[in-house]
T-cell receptor
Framework: QKEVEQDPGPLSVPEGAIVSLNCTYS??????FMWYRQYSRKGPELLMY????GNKEDGRFTAQVDKSSKYISLFIRDSQPSDSATYLC???????????FGTGTSLTVIP | NAGVMQNPRHLVRRRGQEARLRCSPM?????VYWYRQLPEEGLKFMVY????????ESGMPKERFSAEFPKEGPSILRIQQVVRGDSAAYFC??????????FGPGTRLTVT
């Protein structure tokens, strides 16, 4: 079983839609949960991170963590064509020595 | 403030040659991580370094791969005697501390 599971998609939505991206994980030691956006042939860009369970909002983006279910989500409101990219979840324990990434979900927002 | 810099951006090596990948972290960042990315496989952790120290190299193959982060200069990921299976995108990320990682643009290694 992989440490982190992420549906690769592809996911295609119309402009203005709410997008939900999800990851599950198996290691209960994970405490920090990150979301990255990666455009084709570029390096990942950190969108936001959360610690432990709960919600965090930043503009059109909301991250949720449910540690009891080992399930994290990223919601994108009012999606824009510029949001079209691959979204990667990542997580690490308190020591932060190793980071585990999902395989990424490819998102296309259609104008 | 310049971001994380990696060079070269593209590197072609023949089987058996050596590949040297360089990473200059963001100013003020003393933590460097190296990852390998293959299509459909996501980012795989290789090694975590702080200045002059390897903290965790558990993701790096024992043979042919080495990494360093000297007191002065960039971090280097070195692959000796490259094979076709080493072809991938290699990313480094730097961090001031904690979970925030800032990635460079990557080096795309092709082994012919």
């Amino acid at each position: 079983q992989k440490e982190v599971e992420q549906d690769p998609g592809p996911l295609s939505v119309p402009e203005g839609a709410i997008v939900s991206l999800n990851c599950t994980y198996s290691n209960s030691a994970f405490q920090y949960f990150m979301w990255y956006r990666q455009y084709s042939r570029k390096g990942p860009e950190l969108l936001m991170y959360t610690y432990s369970s709960g919600n965090k909002e930043d503009g059109r983006f909301t991250a949720q963590v449910d540690k009891s279910s080992k399930y994290i989500s990223l919601f994108i409101r009012d999606s824009q064509p510029s949001d079209s990219a691959t979204y990667l979840c990542a997580m690490t324990s308190n020591t932060g020595n190793q980071f585990y990434f999902g395989t990424g979900t490819s998102l296309t927002v259609i104008p | 403030n310049a971001g994380v810099m990696q060079n070269p951006r593209h590197l072609v090596r023949r089987r058996g040659q050596e590949a040297r990948l360089r990473c200059s972290p963001m100013k003020g960042h003393s933590h460097v991580y190296w990852y390998r990315q293959l299509p459909e496989e996501g980012l795989k952790f290789m090694v975590y370094l702080q200045k002059e120290n390897i903290i965790d190299e558990s993701g790096m193959p024992k043979e042919r791969f080495s990494a360093e982060f000297p007191k002065e200069g960039p971090s280097i990921l070195r692959i000796q005697q490259v094979v076709r299976g080493d072809s991938a995108a290699y990313f480094c990320a730097s961090s001031p501390s904690g979970p925030e990682q800032y990635f460079g643009p990557g080096t795309r290694l092709t082994v012919t």
